[in-house]
């Protein structure tokens, strides 16, 4: 693994008004690992992939993503490094009023200007990376969940980020659509040797992709292991959600 | 810059807050009509606007400017007519359709019409999170989403603004041939007479301005929506209610500024 971490925070708060969501959060993703976020909810999940994507700035704290230190950089150098980030977004985010071919082009038509003809075969290939080759012409409102996850994913991947952030990307999927999710996420890690940062509750998927979990409560990590470590030596809370887990997925 | 961003606590501080922001929103969007010229995406979406704005307004704007003009024939005629000055509804028609009436009343068809489907658009746009998704993929939201609408709203109030006067001259004429026997053609022109190309570049002035003024809210309100869709109700409500404010001072202050000053 690189000395240089693609994501690292140190001692990172984040409060909203008097209410401290994010409280003394240390955490360093190397290149190429997935990093999976679980905890209960409210726990502040989804504040963290914020900040680490540049959507939020920490209260104190050191971020620094990609090598740049988030307090640092410039707005005017933010578009830049966002270029290299990718987010799949909780409802996939996907503009109603484009197709899902015209939604995975959005970053080469809008934001690089590439010729049609490149970004038609960019497009084509991210599609069909996700198994939607022949559903670019439907329109968000035209397909299922799962389609549309895929489609934000292959938006997310186009651009071939260095680091991509998942928000719940497997909620509200049934079990075949969401191992089909974490395969994606595993390949494209592996392939392309992007870091990946998962915020999820579906803990079974985590185990089987994850390089590390981190649980989440109350703004702190308390356990960062490997999905065998996390099953040999959880923390109590840990075991805890593990076994209300188990609880909620025995039929 | 970017536009989903956390509350600001307190009670002046959130106010100050959201005024910079449409200020700057304004500013920010005005500057961005070379976009309009040079990308192709953005001026297709800019003339989709124009039609969104122009075709969807015209059916109320046709009706109100109607009745506007047939309403205040009525009234004047009936006053006027106790000084056997019913030709003086034409004068009064003209000027005040051209200096007040005829942007005012853009403004606030506009503001109800298009201004709250803006805000309910981006209120959904962002509570949805398409706009930190645009935000996340480098695509500034604002030449993306706020150019073409302010744009096409700037031209389009005052082009709707001049058909709300012209429909309203009608009204009025109408009703000055059937009500206070005043030929068609006579009362026409008596209303050009009246009209001064100082009133009209004016008021086409004013509208333009509304146009900005209902744009720029409604964009920064549909930006600052939370709370999924109560949120998007109560911001759409809230661009309708500060349109309409805006619209009432702003035409004031132009007023002052060109007929006091």
């Known amino acids: 693994m690189s000395s240089d971490p693609a994501l690292l925070f140190r001692a990172v708060t984040k409060a909203f008004g008097t209410r401290r969501v994010i409280d003394g959060l240390d955490l360093a993703a190397e290149p190429g690992e997935i990093l999976v976020i679980i905890g209960p909810s409210g726990t502040g999940k989804s504040v963290t992939l914020k900040l680490a994507s540049t959507q939020l700035a920490p209260t104190s704290g050191t971020i620094r993503v990609l090598g740049r230190d988030l307090a640092a950089l ?9 270029r290299r980030l990718g987010y799949l977004f909780q409802s996939g985010a996907l503009l109603g009023w484009k197709t899902l071919a015209e939604n995975v082009a959005l970053p080469l038509a809008e934001r690089d200007r590439l010729p049609p003809a490149q970004i038609e075969g960019r497009v084509r290939d991210a599609l069909a990376e996700v198994g939607l080759a022949d559903s670019g012409d ?4 035209e397909v299922s969940g799962g389609m549309l ?12 980020p260095e680091l991509l952030f998942f928000d719940e990307p497997t909620s509200g999927l049934d079990p075949v659509m969401s191992r089909t999710i974490d395969r994606l996420i595993q390949q494209i890690a592996r392939a392309r040797r992007a870091t990946c940062l998962v915020v999820t509750h579906d803990l079974a998927g985590a185990l089987r992709y994850a390089d590390r979990i981190a649980f989440l409560k ?34 | ?49 124009l039609y969104v704005i122009g075709i969807g307004s015209l059916a109320v704007a046709t009706v109100v400017a109607l009745f506007t003009g047939m309403i205040l024939g009525l009234q004047l005629g009936i006053a006027f007519r106790q000084f056997s000055q019913e030709l003086m509804v034409a004068f009064t028609l003209s000027y005040a359709m051209l200096r007040e009436m005829g942007p005012f009343m853009t403004g606030i068809i506009l503001a109800a019409c298009v201004g709250s489907a803006m805000a309910a658009q981006l209120g959904t746009m962002t509570v949805n999170e398409e706009v930190a998704a645009l935000e996340m993929m480098g695509i500034d939201p604002v030449r993306f989403l706020v150019v073409p609408r302010l744009w096409a709203m700037t031209v389009m109030a005052p082009l709707l603004s001049f058909y709300t006067c012209v429909l309203a001259f009608l009204g009025g004429a109408l009703v000055g041939y059937t009500q206070l026997n005043i030929p068609f053609l006579q009362f026409i022109g008596q209303v050009l ?11 086409l002035l004013k509208a333009a ?7 720029a809210i409604s964009c920064a309100v549909g930006f600052a929506t939370t709370q999924g869709a109560a949120g998007v109700g109560a911001s759409t409500r809230r661009a309708v209610i500060l349109s309409f404010l805006a619209i009432l001072i702003g035409g004031y202050f132009i007023t002052r500024f060109f007929y006091v000053f």
Do not use: C, W
């Not at chain 1, 439907?138 to 409102?141: E, G, H, K, S, V």
């Not at chain 1, 489609?151 to 991947?157: C, H, L, Q, V």
């Open chain 1, 218 to 251: 109350g703004g702190r990590f308390l356990q960062v292991a490997t999905p065998a470590e996390l099953l040999r030596r959880p923390h109590p809370e840990v075991q805890a959600f593990l076994k209300a887990q188990a609880v909620e997925d025995t039929p």
């Open chain 2, 1 to 49: 810059m970017t536009f989903t961003r956390e509350p600001t606590p307190g009670r002046i501080a959130p106010l100050l807050a959201a005024l910079g922001r449409t200020a700057t929103l304004a500013g920010l969007a005005l500057a961005g009509l070379p976009a309009l010229f040079a990308r192709r995406d953005t001026r297709a979406d800019f003339l989709r606007q």
């Open chain 1, 74 to 82: 410039p707005p005017r150098d933010l578009p830049a490094l966002r």
């Open chain 1, 149 to 160: 996850k895929r489609a934000a994913f292959a938006r997310a991947i186009i651009e071939n």
């Open chain 1, 138 to 141: 439907l329109y968000p409102a």
């Open chain 2, 193 to 203: 007479d009246a009209a001064e190309v100082k009133d009209l570049y004016v008021g």
């Open chain 2, 209 to 215: 301005i509304f146009g900005v003024l209902i744009s």
